[in-house]
């Protein structure tokens, strides 16, 4: 089994919409986890922490289910400019404890 | 704000020339990685350095190498471009736990190599 696995999607959802998706983890040892932004062609930039409490900023809710093994992420009032590939960071055999997942495709549709 | 920094948005080498991209952070990171990042594949890292002088190997290393003289500089080589290192690769800097606030990882915008 991988280490951290995502659902590439796409996700195609209209605008005004909540969208959720999850990214499940292997490695249960870990306590960081995090989820990344990635706009076409550009590098991937930090959207947010994931605590064990959860963590809310604004229109985006990140939480862990460590019961589970897994993150989600939340989007509430999608905007176009959502649109990108989201990217999750769990446990994993990475240089420093981290691994990436190949990340979910989001799109979102006037 | 961290910054990083990569040498190049662009480059295109012919096969057999070697190939040095450098990245540069500004936050007196002790972690610096070396990704690329290929269509349906994700990232895959290429190597890590957790320290002047000290380097891993990632998952991907062959045909690479990496030099770390200095604590903000991280360079990628590729001994002799082939096609197949064709590509969009991303260096990436962190704190080590304890060192800073978090450790997760922050990018430069990424260079891409095309190798003809």
């Known amino acids: 089994r991988k280490e951290v696995e995502q659902d590439p999607g796409p996700f195609n959802v209209p605008e005004g919409a909540t969208v959720a998706f999850n990214c499940t983890y292997s490695n249960s040892a870990s306590q960081s986890f995090f989820w990344y932004r990635q706009d076409c062609r550009k590098e991937p930039k930090l959207l947010m922490s994931?605590?064990?409490s959860g963590n809310e900023d604004g229109r985006f809710t990140a939480q862990l289910n460590r019961a589970s093994q897994y993150i989600s992420l939340l989007i509430r009032d999608s905007k176009l400019s959502d649109s990108a590939t989201y990217l999750c960071v769990g446990p994993g055999g990475g240089a420093d404890g981290l691994t990436f997942g190949k990340g979910t495709h989001l799109i979102i549709q006037p | 704000d961290v910054k990083v920094t990569q040498s190049s948005r662009y480059l295109v080498k012919r096969t057999g020339e070697k190939v040095f991209l450098e990245c540069v952070q500004d936050?007196?990171?002790?972690?610096m990685f070396w990704y690329r990042q290929d269509p349906g594949l994700g990232l895959r890292l290429i190597y890590f350095s957790y320290d002047v002088k000290m380097k891993e190997k990632g998952d991907i290393p062959e045909g690479y190498s990496v030099s770390r003289e200095k604590k903000e500089r991280f360079s990628l080589i590729l001994e002799s471009a082939s096609t197949n290192q064709t590509s969009m690769y991303l260096c990436?800097?962190?704190?080590?736990?304890?060192?800073?606030?978090?450790?997760?990882?922050?990018f430069g915008p990424g260079t891409r190599l095309t190798v003809t």
């Open positions: 994931v605590y064990s």
């Open positions: 936050m007196d990171h002790e972690n």
């Open positions: 990436a800097s962190s704190w080590t736990p304890g060192q800073g606030p978090g450790y997760e990882q922050y």
